[in-house]
């Protein structure tokens, strides 16, 4: 059974960095890209950023470009995200997903149930 | 990139209803479509990809079609079940952006 578990959320200040983590388990991790989705209190999905199979490839939203880095540790079967100068506008449930593919130009088949970021004063 | 709109934003409709979901593409994106079902304090679910192919144990009132620009997700006799926001999503590059979402209620 494919699991995805989201921790690292949480309360932080305007300007402050946060890492989410995600942990994989019931599917070959290294063989499929991952995303990271977002969802602000009320509104609806948006797409943060990919990275493939291999973690050489990765991809970004505009609105987190060179404050956000999606990486991979395949040997911990693990998803991360770094995210840097954290804005109020960055306040959402992030969910990782898992890509039907290894480049991720698919539908994410798989989704986990989320990790609540805040971020205020 | 290609944007993505949807409507209605919202719709209500009775139990045994057909309700039909449309979503556009601002640029051409062949099939590369997927439909997501989200029920309230819960993650997304995938229920079409390939713009018309039902995933594995989504109940075959679900269908969708269209290709391009333009695409359609009906459920042919709504249940109460099926209450939740719907998003599409294109997938033709890794930059996978979604649709506004459709609030689907029972009147």
């Known amino acids: 059974e494919v699991q995805l578990v989201e921790s690292g959320g949480g309360l932080v200040q305007p300007g402050g960095s946060l890492r989410l983590s995600c942990a994989a388990s019931?599917?070959?991790?290294?063989?499929?890209?991952m995303s990271w989705v977002r969802q602000a209190p009320g509104k609806g999905l948006e797409w943060v950023s990919t990275?493939?199979?291999?973690?050489?490839?990765?991809y970004y939203a505009d609105s987190v470009k060179g404050r956000f880095t999606i990486s991979r540790d395949n040997s911990k079967n693990t998803l991360y995200l770094q995210m840097n100068s954290l804005r109020a506008e960055d306040t959402a449930i992030y969910y990782c997903?898992?890509?039907?593919?290894?480049?991720?130009?698919?539908?994410?088949?798989?989704w986990g149930q989320g990790t609540l970021v805040t971020v205020s004063s | 990139d290609s944007q993505m709109t949807q409507s209605p934003s919202s719709l209500s409709a009775s139990v045994g209803d057909r309700v039909t979901i449309t979503c556009r593409a601002s640029q051409g994106i062949r099939n590369y479509l997927a439909w997501y079902q989200q029920k309230p304090g819960k993650a997304p679910k995938l229920l079409i990809y390939a713009a018309s192919t039902l995933q594995s144990g989504v109940p075959s009132r679900f269908s969708g079609s269209g290709s391009g620009t333009d695409f359609t997700l009906t459920i042919s006799s709504l249940q109460p079940e099926d209450v939740a926001t719907y998003y599409c999503q294109k997938y033709n590059s890794a930059l996978g952006t979604f649709g506004p979402g459709t609030k689907v209620d029972i009147k």
């Open positions: 019931g599917f070959t991790f290294s063989n499929y890209a």
């Open positions: 990275i493939s199979d291999s973690g050489d490839s990765t």
């Open positions: 997903a898992k890509s039907g593919c290894s480049d991720g130009s698919c539908r994410y088949n798989y």
